[in-house]
């Protein structure tokens, strides 16, 4: 099986959240929940940014040691570079990941330049990151809308460099999956030493297609994923972590070697969630509150059959306690008599669950949601 390296990037993109800045300690406690959970890479900041995030920088670098990579953000600047190597001197395997636009919209407009100046920027930069790290990985921002032949010469440039990785995002969420896989393969197949490194995608979320695609990429030979926990990222966020790992692990079209330990999806959602202060939404797959609740009789009825009629994962593989039945307007007696007997009501003849049943009703077309003491009172009255 082949290797699929998971890079996480909250606490870099997702901390780009506005008002979801971490302090040192903050970054300290989710990068200890992220070795837990098993992230190939770290990114942990952007050292030349501001005091606080080169301290981080260096606190993540000393606390992960040989567990995991930890890598940190420059633009394609030698000070943005100094800084980096300095932040990640504790670091026992240190990553720059230094980069410049690919894109003639950020090419003419951006950096007011062309493309062979930016070109030549970018190959400096991994020449002189190289001079003080092993892994260089090169980003080429807005690949998304870049010109393939012209990401083709500047990857095959970096590679010649001495970049170990190359980032390929699509900085703005602009592609169609079918453009994203295309870019993937058009590089695969046309740059010279692209064998030797590894591909990464980085895919934002402007049209709701990050996690899409990432798979792509991965679909047309990209072997890094640079995801965050719970999507959060510019804008409308990145690929989400744990969309991309149970896409993989749930269908299994391609067999990938993953390291994450599914069964701390949840934990860390929640952890950057608090910490961050961003609320996960409640439908949000795989870890949002409503990922394994059940509502309407005719799905509860079918789960409380056998749970794969609506489910395809087992909520205890991603960290849930189990599949939640919601009592509601729309549920039927197979989820009511489910519940009286969880509550203790184990005995309950068919008329006394079916004058319970009427009474739920009345009360379900009142309240959103009919909870386990509403249910008692009325259990208890009809018993009486
Ligand atoms: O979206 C982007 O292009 C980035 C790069 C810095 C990798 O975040
Ligand atoms: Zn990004």
Redesign the pocket.
Known sequence: MEKLYIFD?TM??GEQVPGAKLNVEQKVIIAEQLLKLGVDVIEAGFPISSPGDFAAVEAVSQLVGDRAVVCA?TRAVEADIDAAVAALRPAQRPRI?T?IGSSDIHIQYKFKSTRQQVLARGVAAVAYAKKSVEEVEF?A??AGRADNDFLAQMIAAVIAAGATHV?I?D?TGYCMSEDFYEKIKYLCDHVKGIENVIISV?C?NDLGLATANTLAGIRAGARQA?VTVNGIG?RAGNAALEEVVMALKTRRDQPFEINVHTKELIPISQLVSQTMGLPVQANKAIVGANAFAHSSGIHQDGILKHRQNYEIIDPKDVGADESKIILTARSGRAALRYRLQQLGFVNQQPEQVEQIYQHFLQVADQQKEVVDHDLMTIATNVKA
């Open positions: 990037t870099r993109d953000l990941h980069g980003y921002e807005d980032n995002p900085t980085h934002h640079q510019e």
